[in-house]
């Protein structure tokens, strides 16, 4: 279908563009942006985008859609209605399901449930050693050929440095990126919070910043030491992102995100014991938090995340140490975004960039960009349009968020995917 988007304030942070356009689109691409529409295009449908802003569709790095395995937590169905709904038309699923990406089968299973008209694009992660065991490699080969971008292990780590030794060799002599959490097992064992003023008070084991260094040091020397692509996932505290940005000067491939949890929150929202602050990793102090939105704007954090793990209300409803940690969040990855672009007084279009053209850098995409040629995967939203997050209005299986009750801007209008419009504000189609 040829379809015109008029009338919106149209902002492109792969190109800088931003200013009043028309989008036109046909066959699945973008054919135009500007004034006048190419010569021969006539619309089949116009959308009107008055009052809103056209950027490109959200790309999530991390979001669980629990399945296979996890259907009582969410089902692919309703996730997908959350991603829509949050502007987001490609994510990133970490291998974490049940069983765990590490067979060609499973992922082809899982690409092929995602593969339908709006939906938005799913790319896997595959399981770096079988059964996210930490013993055997995968064969990352055949797991790449299945439709996988990248090799992680999400929240488990790999206890014996020579299996993760090996395992990045494997990927860097095929140019694959390797995505870890950095937390050490043992450093972090029995922890459930931040291990700070606010965990001594309230009487919560701890998970001290170190157990993410210790570990982020080991990722570092030995992704130098084999050439590897490094992503690190969720980073949590000043203390990493610093040697971050020290590997980097020191000219490692190194990259890196943050969830909007850890961007707008601290071990301080905990407050009474509050189990859906439960998190991993925890959330850090306030200083932490300082350091993690200032990397974001200044471009040492890669993209922003929602880290999109719903959860079901048996095991959430349960006191702190108890309650299974996790926070739904496609649905919340824009409006917090804007929040932090109006909180740090930044441009929009940087806070747009680290959710759409940023990522889409990363994953080595052809997307994320509103040009003639690209992907028609956009987003179209209200800026002004505040709402409060409720249980109701979340379409995601998974209610739980520690932004429960908050005021927040930006609600989405239009949801395009491949030309297709697969969500409007009032209804999905």
């Not at 790309?59 to 309703?78: H, M, N, Q, V, W």
């Not at 079988?130 to 990352?140: P, Q, S």
């Not at 980073?235 to 980097?248: C, D, G, H, K, T």
Request: negative net charge; aromatic residues 6%; contains cysteine.
């Amino acid at each position: 279908m040829k379809i015109e988007i008029k009338n919106g304030r149209v902002i492109d942070p792969a190109s800088g563009f931003d200013g009043l356009a028309s989008v036109f689109i046909a066959e699945q691409k973008i054919v135009g942006v500007g004034a006048a529409a190419p010569g021969g295009f006539r619309a089949e449908a116009v959308l009107d985008a008055t009052g809103c802003i056209v950027c490109p569709g959200l790309i999530d790095l991390s979001a669980r859609l629990r399945e296979p395995g996890f259907e009582y937590k969410a089902t692919l169905e309703s996730e997908m209605a959350a991603a829509v709904a949050g502007g987001v038309t490609r994510l990133v699923c970490p291998p974490d399901t049940d069983p765990p990406l590490d067979e060609p089968g499973l992922v082809e299973m899982l690409k092929h449930r995602a593969r339908q008209p709006g939906y938005a694009h799913v790319h896997p992660i595959g399981a770096l050693t079988v059964g996210l065991a930490g013993e055997r490699l995968t064969e990352m080969v055949e797991l790449f050929e299945a439709g996988c971008i990248a090799f992680g292990q999400a929240s488990v780590s790999i206890v014996d440095t020579q299996v993760l030794l090996r395992a990045m060799q494997y990927a860097a002599t095929f140019g694959f990126p390797v995505w870890l959490q950095a937390q050490d097992a043992h450093l972090a064992r029995g922890g459930v919070a931040h291990d700070g003023a606010v965990a001594a008070r309230l009487g919560l084991a701890g998970i001290p910043v170190v157990a993410e260094t210790v570990a982020l040091s080991t990722f570092l020397q030995l992704a130098r030491e084999t050439g590897c692509r490094l992503h690190v996932r969720r980073v949590s505290s000043a203390a990493a992102l610093e040697l971050i940005r020290a590997a980097r000067a020191a000219g490692a491939a190194v990259s890196c995100d943050v969830t909007i949890n850890h961007l707008h929150l601290c071990d301080e929202d905990i407050g009474f014991f509050d189990p859906m602050a439960r998190l991993d990793p925890p959330l850090r102090a306030a200083a932490d938090r300082a350091a993690l939105a200032a990397g974001l704007a200044d471009g040492s954090i890669d993209a922003l995340v929602s880290d999109h793990t719903p959860v079901d209300d048996d095991a959430k409803q349960l006191p702190f140490g108890e309650a299974e940690a996790g926070a739904t969040g496609l649905e919340l990855l824009l409006p917090l975004a804007l929040k932090w672009a109006r909180d740090a007084g930044l441009p929009l279009a940087r806070a747009l960039a680290r959710i759409s053209s940023d990522p889409a850098r990363l994953l080595g995409l052809d997307c994320g960009r509103i040009a003639a040629g690209a992907p028609a995967d956009l987003c179209i939203f209200d800026p002004e349009a505040e709402f409060v997050v409720s249980r109701e209005r979340l379409k995601s299986q998974g209610k739980n968020t520690p932004f429960l009750g908050q005021r927040l801007f930006g609600e989405v209008r239009y949801t395009l995917i491949d030309g297709h419009l697969a969500y409007s504000s009032d209804r999905l189609l």
